[in-house]
């Protein structure tokens, strides 16, 4: 068989959830024993992340512009090299394509109500591309893929797609996230002592970045400790839009910002954190949780969407709408040792139910079943 897959952005520097998620599939494909062809088609860039072997050829497809390149040189440069089955990755697709699909659904995020605080354009395009492209794909896909039960019953409920043209297949976490011993102090690139508090915060609403921002400085007025704040690529102007809204001075002194935290560095900055908040407000699956948790680093999480569902029963389960819950959460962890190992250990158990090998097998199968 000769099957396609669609990594439009793999070599971008600065990649983000779904870009990982391919790569990953990618890579472990490459070292499975398998007798088919598989064609993957990037945008050049200047991370060459992943090269060619024997039966997986990576092809470059130049054009100017995303929608541009989906939609019309992706299915040219498929038909050219002769794919019966093309993998589309990140919930979009070409709309005029005459091979069969598979495309990967991660989130319906598109279809529910847009904050109108987003103004992010890059965002808010990406959102109005896929309410115009995905309604007019999903007749379409000969498989729709999705990455937790949670967004599975989601897309079945909302799109009324039949079941048995769904799959769901748990993402996985790459290999070097585990407690590791930061000898080379790699933390100290971002922050200058370790025992941190560490949020992968943006100015997406879902993301919950205010009101993590208001719980962080509930929790500094009632520490001894006043830990401080790790926070990556947040834009400055929205940080103290925050700020002077929620009157909350008192978190300057006491918050990092670096910029861009490459994912050679994640498993030390998680290593050497003191937990890891990840109160999204809504998350289709959540790698950053897993890899927390393979690293050893207790994580306060939401009680909303996957995140139960990947994180576990035992997972540290709060309401991110309540900026108080979280804060109390921060402070049980920092004056309750004993209940910070026992989340440790729960975390670290729970990740090893997940791995990027057993993600690319299920898909192996799902692509040989439709062939």
């Not at 091979?99 to 992010?120: A, C, G, M, W, Y």
Request: hydrophobic letters at 40%.
């Amino acid at each position: 068989m000769k099957i396609g897959i669609e990594a439009q952005r793999i070599f971008r520097k600065n990649k983000h959830g779904m870009d990982y998620v391919v790569l990953q599939e990618i890579r472990q494909l490459q070292q499975m024993d398998t007798e088919h062809e598989f064609f993957v088609f990037v945008k050049p860039g200047e991370d060459r992340c992943v090269e060619s072997t024997e039966h997986v050829h990576v092809v470059e497809v130049r054009c100017p512009s995303y929608p541009l390149w989906e939609q019309w040189a992706l299915p040219r440069a498929a038909r050219k090299a002769g794919v019966q089955l093309l993998h589309c990755t990140s919930n979009t697709a070409p709309i005029r394509c005459r091979i069969p699909l598979v495309l990967t659904l991660h989130d319906i995020i598109f279809l529910e109500p847009r904050d109108k605080q987003n103004h992010s354009l890059y965002q808010n395009m990406g959102w109005l591309y896929r309410r115009i492209v995905v309604p007019r794909i999903l007749d379409k896909c000969k498989r729709i893929i999705t990455v937790s039960n949670f967004e599975l019953e989601n897309i079945i409920g909302r799109l009324a797609i039949p079941r048995e043209r769904m799959a769901m297949i748990y993402n996985g976490y790459n290999e070097w996230f585990r407690p590791v011993e930061d000898t080379a102090q790699i933390y100290k690139k971002y922050i200058g002592r370790p025992g941190y508090f560490f949020f992968l915060g943006n100015t997406d609403p879902k993301k919950n970045t205010e009101r993590t921002l208001v719980a962080f400085s509930r929790y500094l007025e009632k520490s001894r400790e006043k830990r401080s704040l790790l926070m990556a690529d947040l834009d400055s102007n929205y940080l103290e839009d925050i700020i002077r809204r929620n009157g909350i001075d008192n978190i300057r002194d006491h918050l990092v910002m670096p910029g861009y935290i490459v994912n050679c560095d994640l498993p030390y900055v998680y290593c050497n954190a003191f937990a890891f908040l990840y109160t999204s407000l809504r998350e289709s699956f959540g790698i950053p949780l897993l890899e927390a948790m393979a690293c050893g680093t207790p994580v306060i999480t939401s009680n909303t969407s996957s995140m139960p569902e990947i994180g576990g029963n035992d997972a540290i389960l709060v309401n991110p709408e309540s900026a108080d819950e979280i804060a109390q959460m921060m402070l049980r962890l920092e004056n309750d040792s004993a209940f910070r190992e026992e989340k440790r250990r729960v975390g670290l158990q729970r990740a090893q139910l997940f791995s990027w090998k057993q993600t690319a097998q299920q898909l192996l199968r799902l692509y040989e079943s439709l062939l």
